[in-house]
């Protein structure tokens, strides 16, 4: 089983990168998946441009047809997100927008940071990927800019974040696999 640590921030000076790799050091400890870190800064995705929507499978770019290849090769997800103005970065909506096949019927779970630990660009990320048929587990982890990142800047967790990044990625784990006959049957028809 293979899980995306996607990186949902591209902002020169990020703290999601500090927060994802954190999240893939404790993951990496497990051994009930391989958990990769997926950077979207990577990919270059330009504002949404392919001419069909992705739903109809007609991808036409080069930088969505990586895109897609990198997302079809993972069984399940975290997002690791910001908050901007009570929402995720436009930059991690526009990178779900360009696929759609690749997304569905696998799990996601989520690591929010923000004045009040991301919680709201995780609502709105729930919301969005129940149109991509992704399937979200309840636990999620939510970092604090005043009490998990010193002077709101360096990233500090607190000591009961790694419980919790446990319990989350348990529940992502289960679900992933749990998903997998319906991926295969999708797959076989
Ligand atoms: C455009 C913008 C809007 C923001 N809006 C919010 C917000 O609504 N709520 C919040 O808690 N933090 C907000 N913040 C603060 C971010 O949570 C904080 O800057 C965080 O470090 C951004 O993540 P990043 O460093 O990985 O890009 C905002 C930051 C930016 C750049």
């Known amino acids: 089983m293979k899980i995306a ?3 949902g921030s ?4 990020r703290k999601g990168e500090a927060v994802a790799r954190w999240v893939h050091d404790i993951a990496a400890k497990r051994g009930d998946a391989q ?3 997926v ?3 990577d990919f270059a995705l330009p504002h949404m441009d392919e001419p069909f929507p992705p739903m109809m499978g007609r991808y036409s770019r080069p930088h969505s047809h990586v895109w897609a290849e990198k997302i079809a090769s993972y069984d399940g997800f975290v997002f690791v997100t910001p908050e901007y103005n009570h929402a995720p970065g436009g930059a991690l909506k526009n990178a779900i927008d360009y696929l759609f096949a690749e997304w569905n019927h696998k799990a996601a779970a989520f690591v929010g940071y923000g004045a009040s630990g991301g919680v709201r660009a995780v609502e709105h990320l729930r919301l969005i990927l129940a149109n991509c048929a992704v399937a979200t587990v309840r636990p999620q982890v939510e970092l604090s800019l005043f009490h998990d990142f010193a002077e709101m800047t360096h990233f500090t967790p607190g000591a009961h974040q ?3 990044v ?3 990625l348990d529940e992502l784990a289960l679900w992933s696999d749990a998903l997998k006959p319906i991926r295969e049957a999708k797959a076989a028809v």
């Open 5 to 7: 640590i996607i990186i």
């Open 10 to 13: 591209t902002r020169p000076g």
């Open 35 to 37: 958990y990769e870190i």
């Open 39 to 41: 950077d979207i800064a």
């Open 162 to 164: 790694e419980p919790a």
């Open 166 to 168: 446990g319990a989350m």
